[in-house]
Structure formats: structure tokens, C-alpha cells
């Protein structure tokens, strides 16, 4: 299988996005660290993902605690891994007015979705350089770089997510280590549930998406895929769109 002999951290895998591109991963024959808050949820996941156990291991971890992250790195060295493939796929979407934004709001959001992935990627190097490469992909959104009324704090933190997988890409080349970021739209999962709720604003969305359709977690992470195998070796720094042609079209 692509993946096989792998070794994968995927956050934020206890649902939606991240947990569809630990599913992938894990069945193209990678063994994968799911890792996300809630230990209970991230076992249901795991269960879901791999019956048997044996391709899954979680790791419950909040990525906006640098002690956390450290505990998180250092379980996988004890156990005498590295990471041959890091995704960056936890992260958190509050709507508030900018001028009611308070500042722990905004660094909470900034910690969540882009400091963490910077902390992550960081801690991930010495094993990949050790290795002689390794494959990290950070889900960033369309909305890092184009603006959403209410989502002042996030779209700033996915625009940032966009170029610190740039950077980390020029920087990182010479490791062998591809970064690339996804950039996904609107997204069938719990995090946009309020919207498709809403009648008004879900027919806007679908009238806004040439495919006209809400995309499917399946949808990134067949990308995520793409990204994490040998198939995208000559791809570093890519922003790649997984958004029904949505950032293509002004109408
Ligand atoms: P979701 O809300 O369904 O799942 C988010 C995951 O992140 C959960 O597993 C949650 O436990 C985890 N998480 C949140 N804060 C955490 C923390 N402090 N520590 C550890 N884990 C934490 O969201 P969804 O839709 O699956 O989104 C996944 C990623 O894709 C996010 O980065 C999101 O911004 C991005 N995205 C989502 C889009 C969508 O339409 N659903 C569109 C564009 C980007």
C-alpha cells in the first residue's frame, strides 16, 4: 500500500476532517497517532478507524499546551517512533464581531490554529531529519485568504497557517521535508453544522460553489493522501483548494 511502514500524527482526529484523513492514512497501511482533547471520543474514533487495534494508537493531547505537545513528542519517542507524516487538522472556528472580539478570544483562536501548528511542525523536524524526510500537511481554509464578516480572529490565523507552510517549506527543503497546506471551503462537519442549519445563508453557500455541493471530509482527505505519499514529492509549499471551485469564482 502507499503508506505502508509510515508513521502519521493526525490532530484534531476525534471527527471530521482530521478524523477522515486518519481513516485514509491508516488504510493505505500507515500506523497513525490520532490526537485531539478528548480521550473518549478520540477511542471511539480509533475503533471506528481500526477494529483491531493495531494500526491506531491515541494520544489525548491539548495542542494549545506546549507541556501537552512536549508529553505528546515525547510518548512517540518512547515508543521508538518518529513521524514519517504530520497533520495539522485541530482547530476552532468562533464567530464574533471584530469590535466584540476580546483579546483572549483572539489568542485563543491564534494559539489554537496557528501557534500550534507552528509548535507541532517544529517539534516533528528532528524526527523527520533524523529519517531523511517526512511529508507535513496543515489544513489551512479558503478563508486564509479571503474574508469572512465574524471570523476575524480565524481567517487571520488560517491566513497565517498559509505562510508559515510556505516558509516551512523553503526552509525545510533541503531536509527532504514537503510542506504544503489544503485549503479547504465549506465542509460537511460539526464545525459548520450552525450553517447548513441556517436556510438563508446554506443556499448562499451552495449558489457560491460551482459544484454546488457541501464538500465531504472524504473530499480532503483524499488529498491529504495525495500529500502524505510519494505521489507529491516534487510538491512543497502548495496551497492546494479543496473547495467545489468556490475560491475560483467571484459569483
Ligand atoms: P471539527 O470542529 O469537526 O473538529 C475539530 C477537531 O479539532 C476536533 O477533533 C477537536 O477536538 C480538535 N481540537 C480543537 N481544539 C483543540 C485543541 N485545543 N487541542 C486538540 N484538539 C483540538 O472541525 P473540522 O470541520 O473537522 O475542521 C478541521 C480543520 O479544518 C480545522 O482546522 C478547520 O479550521 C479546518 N477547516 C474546516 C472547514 C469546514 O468547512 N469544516 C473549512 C476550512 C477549514
Redesign the pocket.
Known amino acids: 500500500m502507499k503508506l505502508d511502514n509510515k508513521i502519521a500524527l493526525v ?9 477522515a484523513i486518519a481513516k485514509i492514512l491508516c488504510e493505505n497501511g500507515a500506523f497513525v497517532y490520532l ?4 480521550a473518549e ?1 478520540l477511542s471511539v474514533t480509533a475503533k471506528e478507524i481500526n477494529p483491531s487495534g493495531t494500526k491506531t494508537k491515541v494520544i489525548p ?4 499546551s506546549n507541556t ?1 505537545v512536549g508529553e505528546l513528542f515525547s510518548k512517540i519517542k518512547a515508543e521508538e517512533k518518529s513521524l514519517d507524516i504530520v497533520v ?6 468562533p464567530a464574533v464581531a471584530a469590535e466584540d472580539l476580546t483579546y483572549q478570544d483572539w489568542k485563543n483562536v491564534l494559539n ?2 496557528l501557534n ?1 501548528v507552528f509548535s507541532i511542525c517544529q517539534s516533528a523536524l528532528e524526527g523527520m531529519k533524523a529519517k531523511g524526510g517526512g511529508k507535513i500537511i496543515n ?5 486564509g485568504s479571503m474574508a469572512s464578516p465574524g471570523l476575524t480572529a ?1 481567517c487571520t490565523s ?1 491566513s497565517g497557517v498559509i505562510m508559515l507552510s510556505k516558509q516551512l517549506a523553503v526552509e525545510w527543503a533541503h531536509y527532504n521535508v514537503n510542506v504544503n497546506a489544503i ?10 453544522k450552525s450553517l447548513r442549519n441556517d436556510n438563508t445563508l446554506n443556499q448562499k453557500l451552495l449558489a457560491r460553489a460551482p459544484l454546488c455541493r457541501w ?1 465531504k ?1 472524504e473530499d ?1 482527505a483524499k488529498v491529504a493522501l495525495f500529500l502524505a505519499s510519494d505521489d507529491s514529492d516534487y510538491v512543497t509549499g502548495a496551497v492546494i483548494p479543496v473547495d467545489g471551485g468556490m475560491s475560483a469564482s467571484l459569483m
Not at 61 to 64: E, G, H, L, R, S
Open positions: 490532530t484534531g482526529a476525534s471527527r471530521g476532517i482530521g478524523k490526537a485531539a482533547r478528548d471520543k493531547t491539548n495542542i494549545t501537552s495539522n487538522a485541530a482547530g476552532i472556528a489554537t490554529n500550534s489544513i489551512a481554509s479558503i478563508l480565524y488560517k485549503a479547504p471551503g465549506y465542509i460537511s462537519t460539526d464545525m459548520t464538500g471530509p480532503v
